[in-house]
């Protein structure tokens, strides 16, 4: 058995990998988790690791060529001239644990939300305790702290917060 790497047609990953495993083909799709502002608000979005390719498994490929060609979202098999692209076996297995970890570490380090209170943790507010009021972007926000008796509005980087 060795893997091969398949051409799929525009955003059509996932409907090639559930077409050819319904043809009893195993097929890996590596995919990341990450979080993306939508409609102001933060969401965790699972898009390809590389999208366009997937990897397909097969014992024939002379035998099997036409069928995975054939198969719906796939566009085609990369070839070197007439020389198909193959993949190591440990290079995809390893690409299944980091896809693995990757969707953990994305879970567990999910990004602060509106109204969540969070320590400052670098700068002039260093220490203070503030609110989440507002998302700016993919990677700041804007907090609401106590200074002098008064409330003040601060944009700050996701990595200068800390979840209290």
Known sequence: ???????????????????????????????????????GKRTDVTEPLFPGYIFAELDDYAGKFHKVRSTFGVAKLLTFGENPATVPDALIEEMRHVNATTQQ????????QVGEKVEITYGPFKGFMAEIVQLDGESRCIVLLNWLQKEVKATLEFSGIRRS
């Open 105 to 112: 570490k994305a879970q567990e380090s999910a990004m602060p």
């Open 1 to 39: 058995m060795t893997w091969y790497v398949v051409r799929t047609k525009p955003r059509q990953e996932t409907r090639a990998r559930l077409n050819l495993e319904n043809q009893d083909i195993n097929a890996f799709l590596p995919e990341i988790t990450l979080q993306k502002i939508r409609r």
